[in-house]
């Protein structure tokens, strides 16, 4: 599981709080899937520039993870590197591609989720920035003798015109998908 940070506790809530307002979602698009979006959040890179990093190796992002190499020299690669510095690890792009892990699911109100769903994706990921929080908070308790309170992240911000136009190329490359 992920080391709990207020990096990566923000980058899911921004992520969520963008698909809760109708950002395009495309599980099948490596740019516009849950994983890309969070990708996007943490890169600021589109979705298409995701996904063309993305096609440079064979696989979804759960093999992306299985194959990453930061030696490689791939793009995804770099994506992957940037995850995993927020404190992910590889197993986490793996349950995060198929809203599977069990830690996460217990705090979710139905256990069953479909990763080809939106609102799916974001209750996954609200769920998951919870119990990073909840962690976060029994680290800090755990130690500091006088339980110093939570650091809390800047939201992650993107320059309106870059939202803009991730968003303009995000649906247009859903739109092409279908």
């Known amino acids: 599981m992920a080391r709990p940070t207020p990096e990566l506790i923000s980058a899911l809530r921004t992520t969520a709080a963008r698909l ?3 950002s ?3 599980w099948g698009h490596m740019g516009a899937c ?3 979006h969070l990708a996007q ?6 979705p298409a520039e ?3 990093r993305a096609m440079e190796r064979h696989g979804d992002w759960s093999e992306q993870s299985v194959e990453h190499c930061p030696a490689s020299g791939l793009a995804i690669d770099h994506v992957i590197d940037e995850m995993l510095a927020l404190g992910m690890v590889h197993s986490d792009i793996r349950h995060l591609e198929r809203l599977s892990d069990p830690r996460v699911l217990a705090r979710v109100p139905s256990r069953y989720l479909r990763r080809q769903e939106q609102a799916n994706a974001v209750q996954y990921m609200e769920a998951w920035a919870e119990l990073l929080e909840d962690e976060l908070a029994r680290v800090n308790r755990h130690h500091s003798p006088k339980a110093a309170p939570i650091q809390e992240a800047a939201p992650v911000k993107v320059a309106p015109e870059k939202a803009a136009a991730v968003k303009a190329e995000a649906l247009e490359t859903t739109k092409a998908a279908r």
Do not use: D, K, N, Q
Request: with cysteine; charged share 10%.
């Open 34 to 36: 849950i994983c890309g």
């Open 50 to 52: 995701i996904h063309a």
């Open 20 to 22: 809760r307002e109708g």
């Open 24 to 26: 395009p979602f495309a």
């Open 41 to 46: 959040t943490i890169t600021c890179l589109s």
